[in-house]
C-alpha cells in the first residue's frame, strides 16, 4: 500500500475536521495514512485518529510554539523516513503555511486546494479550480513525492477505521518563524472554510441592522456559519473573515444560502463547488441564480423569516 503522510491540526486534543477529511482523502486514495500530529494536546489527538483512518501517529513533543519552518522540517523528515509517496495537508491557514515549505524542502511542487484525490500505483492526479472556479485541472505531479493540500467539505471523513500505532518524537523547536499569539474568534462562532451550511448575505440584505435574519436562519440550522459579500465588507457590515470569494475564503459545504448577493464572477469563485447551492434575489435575472440548485425570487426580508421558521418546524419534527 502506498504511504502517505498527513499532517493534522488539533485544537485542545481534537483533531479539526479539515483534517480528518484529509486523512478521508488519503485513504480513499487507497493509501496507508501515518498521521503527524503536533502541538498541546497532541497525544490525545494522536489516540483519536485511528478511529479516523490513520494506520500509525507521529506525535510530535516538546515544542512550546508553533513554527511553521520547524514543523515542515519535521514533516518532511517523517516523510523521507517512511519512504512516503504523498503529503497532505488541509487547506486551512495553517496547512497552507506549512505544505508549501514541505514540498520546497522535498524539491517537488504543490498542488494547492484539490478537490479530488486518485492513486494509481503511487501515481496521483488530483482535481483543482481555475479561473475561480470556471475551469476544473486534473492534474498530476511528477516529483518523487505527491504534496498537496485539500480543500475543506471536499471530503468525506472516515467515522469507523481502527487503531493507530502512536508513536512520540522531539519536535524541532529551532524555527525561524514563530507564532506568539493566537486570538479566538469572538463568540465561538463556526468558521464558513469548515461549515456544513453557510448562510451567506450581501448588499440586498440592505444594512448590517437586518443581519438578525441571517444569523436566525444560521441559528435554525445549529450547524451553519454566516458568509458575506466583499459589497458587504467593504461597507463594513461584516468582518473580512467572513467573505466569500476571490478575495476572501473559498468554501465548499454541504448547504450555501447566497441571500441578496448577485453572483459576480468573484463571488461564484468562492463558493460555485459547494454541493448545493440556493439564491434567494428579488431580481430573477441575478447571475446567481445560474449557478443556483434552487432559486426563491422574493424580497430577502419576507422569504428569511419564512424559511428560519420552515427549518425551525422540520427540525421540531424530528
Ligand atoms: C479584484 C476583485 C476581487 C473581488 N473579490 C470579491 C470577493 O472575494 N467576494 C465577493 O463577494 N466579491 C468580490 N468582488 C466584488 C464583486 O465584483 C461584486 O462587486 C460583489 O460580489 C457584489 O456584492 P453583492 O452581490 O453583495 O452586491 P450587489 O452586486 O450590489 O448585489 C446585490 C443583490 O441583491 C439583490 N437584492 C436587492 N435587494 C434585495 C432584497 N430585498 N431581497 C433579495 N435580494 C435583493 C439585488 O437584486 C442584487 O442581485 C471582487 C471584485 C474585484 C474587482
Redesign the pocket.
Given at each position: 500500500m502506498t504511504t502517505i503522510v498527513v499532517f493534522v491540526e488539533q485544537n485542545s486534543g481534537q483533531p479539526v475536521r479539515a483534517s480528518l477529511e484529509c486523512i478521508g482523502a488519503a485513504r480513499a486514495a487507497g493509501g496507508s495514512v501515518v498521521a503527524v500530529v503536533t502541538g498541546a494536546g497532541a497525544e490525545n489527538a494522536a489516540a483519536a485518529l485511528g478511529k479516523s483512518g490513520a494506520g500509525k501517529v507521529v506525535c510530535l513533543t516538546g515544542a512550546t510554539q508553533h513554527s511553521p519552518d520547524a514543523l515542515a522540517r519535521d514533516c518532511a523528515g517523517v516523510v523521507q523516513e517512511l519512504g512516503a509517496k504523498a503529503f497532505l495537508a488541509a487547506a486551512t491557514a495553517t496547512g497552507k503555511d506549512v505544505a508549501p515549505r514541505v514540498a520546497a524542502l522535498l524539491d517537488v511542487t504543490i498542488l494547492s486546494d484539490v478537490t479530488t484525490l486518485a492513486n494509481a500505483g503511487g501515481a496521483f492526479n488530483a482535481t483543482r479550480a481555475w479561473l475561480g472556479g470556471k475551469a476544473l485541472a486534473n492534474l498530476g505531479s511528477s516529483g518523487a513525492v505527491f504534496v498537496a493540500t485539500t480543500r475543506p467539505n471536499a471530503f468525506a471523513a472516515l467515522e469507523n477505521g481502527g487503531t493507530a500505532e502512536v508513536v512520540k518524537k522531539n519536535a524541532s523547536t529551532d524555527g525561524k518563524a514563530v507564532v506568539t499569539a493566537i486570538e479566538a474568534k469572538k463568540g465561538g462562532k463556526l468558521d464558513v472554510k469548515e461549515a456544513p451550511v453557510v448562510v451567506s448575505g450581501?448588499?440586498?440584505m440592505?444594512g448590517p441592522e437586518n443581519w438578525n435574519l441571517i444569523e436566525d436562519l444560521a441559528a435554525a440550522f445549529g450547524n451553519a456559519a454566516t458568509g458575506a459579500?466583499?459589497?458587504?465588507v467593504d461597507s463594513g457590515w461584516r468582518p473580512h473573515g467572513e467573505?466569500?470569494?476571490?478575495?476572501?475564503k473559498t468554501v465548499a459545504p454541504q448547504l450555501y444560502i447566497a441571500?441578496?448577493?448577485?453572483?459576480?464572477i468573484?463571488?461564484l469563485a468562492?463558493m460555485r463547488t459547494s454541493k448545493v447551492i440556493v439564491a434567494?434575489?428579488?431580481?430573477a435575472e441575478?447571475p446567481?441564480f445560474k449557478v443556483a440548485d434552487y432559486g426563491i425570487v422574493?424580497?430577502?426580508?419576507e422569504v428569511l423569516p419564512a424559511l428560519t421558521k420552515a427549518v425551525k418546524d422540520l427540525k421540531a419534527q424530528k
Amino acid at each position: 500500500m502506498t504511504t502517505i503522510v498527513v499532517f493534522v491540526e488539533q485544537n485542545s486534543g481534537q483533531p479539526v475536521r479539515a483534517s480528518l477529511e484529509c486523512i478521508g482523502a488519503a485513504r480513499a486514495a487507497g493509501g496507508s495514512v501515518v498521521a503527524v500530529v503536533t502541538g498541546a494536546g497532541a497525544e490525545n489527538a494522536a489516540a483519536a485518529l485511528g478511529k479516523s483512518g490513520a494506520g500509525k501517529v507521529v506525535c510530535l513533543t516538546g515544542a512550546t510554539q508553533h513554527s511553521p519552518d520547524a514543523l515542515a522540517r519535521d514533516c518532511a523528515g517523517v516523510v523521507q523516513e517512511l519512504g512516503a509517496k504523498a503529503f497532505l495537508a488541509a487547506a486551512t491557514a495553517t496547512g497552507k503555511d506549512v505544505a508549501p515549505r514541505v514540498a520546497a524542502l522535498l524539491d517537488v511542487t504543490i498542488l494547492s486546494d484539490v478537490t479530488t484525490l486518485a492513486n494509481a500505483g503511487g501515481a496521483f492526479n488530483a482535481t483543482r479550480a481555475w479561473l475561480g472556479g470556471k475551469a476544473l485541472a486534473n492534474l498530476g505531479s511528477s516529483g518523487a513525492v505527491f504534496v498537496a493540500t485539500t480543500r475543506p467539505n471536499a471530503f468525506a471523513a472516515l467515522e469507523n477505521g481502527g487503531t493507530a500505532e502512536v508513536v512520540k518524537k522531539n519536535a524541532s523547536t529551532d524555527g525561524k518563524a514563530v507564532v506568539t499569539a493566537i486570538e479566538a474568534k469572538k463568540g465561538g462562532k463556526l468558521d464558513v472554510k469548515e461549515a456544513p451550511v453557510v448562510v451567506s448575505g450581501g448588499r440586498g440584505m440592505k444594512g448590517p441592522e437586518n443581519w438578525n435574519l441571517i444569523e436566525d436562519l444560521a441559528a435554525a440550522f445549529g450547524n451553519a456559519a454566516t458568509g458575506a459579500s466583499r459589497a458587504v465588507v467593504d461597507s463594513g457590515w461584516r468582518p473580512h473573515g467572513e467573505q466569500v470569494g476571490q478575495t476572501g475564503k473559498t468554501v465548499a459545504p454541504q448547504l450555501y444560502i447566497a441571500v441578496g448577493i448577485s453572483g459576480a464572477i468573484q463571488h461564484l469563485a468562492g463558493m460555485r463547488t459547494s454541493k448545493v447551492i440556493v439564491a434567494i434575489n428579488k431580481d430573477a435575472e441575478a447571475p446567481i441564480f445560474k449557478v443556483a440548485d434552487y432559486g426563491i425570487v422574493g424580497d430577502a426580508m419576507e422569504v428569511l423569516p419564512a424559511l428560519t421558521k420552515a427549518v425551525k418546524d422540520l427540525k421540531a419534527q424530528k
